[in-house]
């Protein structure tokens, strides 16, 4: 099915987009629901109910399966309401016709859907034929949700641990399956097989013998190989991927799983090579599957997209994904916190995101995941962390555990961010008694996590006006580094006119392009893993970093060739090529240092040896010398 738009809007934290389905699907626009915090979603579903006038029954903590229940009954909500907007838009006498005309406004101008529209209503008289046409062509934006596959946390009933299907993530996925959508869900943070397993018990998650999917999967993914994996394991199941979303490792919002210096124009490229032999590959694995399980094999060719997201902030660097790589759509995340009729912002955080600078926009480890997240420098949450460690009490008090995934201090896990593990962790750290700066740099790490979890989703309660008795008033915000190029609150049809090259809502001329400021994100992130591994460097940490930067140094390669063929079509493309000289420069120092800590172990390692070998020699000759003795007094 060919989308009204070629933008998407991606999940933002756990509560920046948890109602924006309900904000622009109308309009034909796909965006992401999160599916983390279940009792955020209950709360929402009560003041909907409120405001839509429709009976509300609470689903308590008392209740069988309360997680997928919530979930199921807040995704059916928003689809029926989203529904209702779409049918009213729909509704020519409304307004003579007037929402439905503002809905192709804001489609491209290339759109010839657009330009089919304009023409029938040009010259149409007759409104049922009108009607008919729109009926036929006019889609909704699709209702997708996101589930971390790994944040999967074992829950407990009176301190019995329930069975592996009411873990987070698939509870989760149970919700989502059994609701009313049709649409997708993303799976992110890499596989988890248990979870993959599970998407057997549902009819939904498979094809007719038409190609339909009723709910679709959609993997994210930072390269080919991932993608052929994981699309590979789940057609062993029976289950087609739908979409490889492809994401920049460090130029995106919220978590960043940076990848081995694999930059994301090289991936690309591997995905616009090599997709036909993607869809060949799993689908004859899912061919053989499906026989064996003895479902029905499609009859036609099954809908195979690869879209990409991560740092686009102009509609040429859009256009260029678009049409050079072949994407079929592009995700729009970041700039979408600044556009109030979209996006779940609180006042005070969307301000700080209008002021923020690069130097406020940060890589932190303030993530209780272990994952290094991208952040905003003044944030709410943090300061409300920071004041619990000035009292001497760090880390939180967990009051939803959602990331209770930490088993190092028992068998039941608990969340690095909770004030549980981090008093537990210290303890641990000073009965090591580490050297004074290596004791800092542990302790620092400890204390550096958020809660996350609730921080992320806060915003939502504090924008539509309810109480934060439980959660605390501390916003954490997990913008992309894109954020800075930003600088006031924009209207979604400034923000598309943006997207599609009508309007220019940055001001300022300094912004450099997306492959330029995700190479120099990478080269920063290889500075700090250099300097920590001068601390201990092993042979495992050298081999990483000289692996990392010599991938870098080969995407930059692959952007000078680039620029040199299809990319002369870029603006601007001989600065490019001059910033990228100079990135290039920087990682080519980088790369000494690294060879110079690899040169020092080799040292260290042939004084290790050169004194091992005196010690034995010294050993063995001690050992001759008393054995001269003994013989001497034998005698």
């Known amino acids: 099915m060919v989308r009204p738009h070629s933008f998407h809007i991606p999940v933002m934290g756990i509560g920046f987009t948890i109602d924006t389905p309900l904000k622009v699907a109308h309009l034909g626009i796909d965006s992401v629901i999160s599916l983390v915090d279940d009792m955020l979603l209950e709360r929402l579903r009560k003041m909907y109910s409120e405001k839509f006038s429709v009976p509300y029954e609470e689903i308590t903590k008392k209740a069988e399966d309360l997680r997928a229940r919530r979930i199921t009954a807040y995704l059916n909500l928003i689809n029926e309401f989203a529904e209702k907007k779409f049918e009213k838009l729909k509704d020519l006498t409304n307004n003579q016709g007037k929402e439905l005309k503002e809905y192709f406004k804001l489609l491209p101008d290339t759109s010839k859907l657009k330009q089919e529209f304009n023409e029938l209503l040009a010259k149409v008289s007759d409104i049922s034929e009108l009607r008919s046409w729109v009926e036929s062509n006019v889609k909704m934006g699709s209702i997708d949700v996101n589930i971390m596959t790994k944040v999967d946390k074992e829950n407990y009933v009176k301190k019995q641990q329930l069975p592996v299907e009411y873990n987070d993530a698939h509870a989760a996925l149970r919700g989502y399956a059994l609701s009313d959508l049709k649409s997708s869900i993303v799976l992110s943070a890499g596989m988890n097989p248990r979870l993959f397993s599970y998407m057997e018990n549902f009819d939904d998650f498979y094809a007719n013998e038409n190609g339909e999917i009723k709910k679709k999967i959609i993997l994210k993914v930072s390269d080919y190989r991932s993608a052929i994996i994981q699309g590979k394991y789940l057609a062993k199941k029976g289950i087609w991927v739908s979409e490889y979303r492809i994401e920049s490792g460090l130029n995106c919002g919220g978590h960043a799983f940076a990848t081995d210096g694999f930059l994301l124009g090289p991936a690309l490229e591997e995905f616009k090579e090599r997709r036909e032999e993607l869809y060949n590959d799993v689908y004859?694995?899912?061919?053989?599957?499906?026989?064996?399980?003895?479902?029905?094999?499609?009859?036609?060719?099954?809908?195979?997209?690869?879209?990409?997201?991560?740092?686009?902030?102009?509609?040429?660097?859009?256009?260029?994904?678009?049409?050079?790589?072949?994407?079929?759509?592009?995700?729009?995340?970041?700039?979408?916190?600044?556009?109030?009729?979209?996006?779940?912002?609180?006042?005070?955080?969307?301000?700080?995101?209008?002021?923020?600078?690069?130097?406020?926009?940060?890589?932190?480890?303030?993530?209780?995941?272990?994952?290094?997240?991208?952040?905003?420098?003044?944030?709410?949450?943090?300061?409300?962390?920071?004041?619990?460690?000035?009292?001497?009490?760090?880390?939180?008090?967990?009051?939803?555990?959602?990331?209770?995934?930490?088993?190092?201090?028992?068998?039941?896990?608990?969340?690095?961010?909770?004030?549980?593990?981090?008093?537990?962790?210290?303890?641990?750290?000073?009965?090591?008694?580490?050297?004074?700066?290596?004791?800092?740099?542990?302790?620092?790490?400890?204390?550096?996590?958020?809660?996350?979890?609730?921080?992320?989703?806060?915003?939502?309660?504090?924008?539509?006006?309810?109480?934060?008795?439980?959660?605390?008033?501390?916003?954490?915000?997990?913008?992309g580094p894109n954020m800075a190029y930003y600088d006031k609150l924009i209207s979604m049809k400034d923000m598309i006119g943006h997207i599609y090259g009508r309007k220019n809502i940055i001001s300022r001329s300094d912004r450099p392009h997306m492959f330029v400021k995700e190479l120099n994100l990478y080269i920063d992130y290889l500075k700090n893993k250099v300097a920590e591994a001068s601390r201990t460097p092993t042979e495992k940490e050298q081999n990483y970093l000289s692996k990392f930067a010599v991938n870098l140094e080969e995407g930059v390669n692959y952007y000078f060739n680039l620029l040199d063929g299809a990319g002369k079509t870029i603006s601007n493309r001989e600065l490019i090529k001059e910033q990228m000289k100079d990135s290039l420069t920087s990682l080519k120092l980088l790369k000494l240092k690294i060879d110079n800590l690899m040169l020092f172990n080799i040292k260290r390692s042939e004084d290790v040896k050169e004194t091992r070998e005196i010690a034995f020699k010294e050993s063995a000759l001690t050992h001759k010398k008393k054995s001269i003795v003994s013989f001497g007094q034998f005698l």
């Not at 399980?293 to 740092?311: C, F, N, S, W, Y």
Request: aromatic share 6%.
């Open 284 to 479: 004859s694995v899912l061919e053989s599957a499906l026989e064996r399980k003895e479902k029905p094999i499609p009859k036609v060719k099954l809908d195979m997209r690869i879209t990409a997201q991560g740092g686009v902030g102009t509609s040429e660097e859009h256009n260029f994904l678009l049409d050079y790589y072949g994407m079929d759509s592009v995700g729009w995340g970041t700039p979408f916190l600044l556009v109030p009729s979209v996006t779940t912002v609180d006042n005070k955080t969307r301000q700080q995101l209008v002021e923020a600078k690069e130097k406020d926009l940060y890589l932190s480890g303030i993530s209780p995941l272990g994952v290094p997240f991208n952040s905003m420098r003044g944030n709410t949450k943090d300061k409300e962390r920071d004041e619990n460690i000035d009292k001497g009490r760090p880390g939180s008090s967990c009051p939803k555990g959602y990331v209770q995934l930490n088993k190092e201090f028992g068998e039941k896990a608990i969340c690095t961010a909770s004030r549980q593990y981090q008093r537990l962790k210290i303890k641990s750290l000073q009965d090591q008694n580490l050297p004074e700066d290596e004791y800092k740099f542990e302790y620092n790490k400890v204390i550096d996590r958020s809660c996350t979890c609730v921080g992320l989703g806060t915003t939502a309660l504090i924008a539509h006006g309810l109480e934060t008795r439980v959660e605390g008033a501390g916003v954490s915000i997990c913008p």
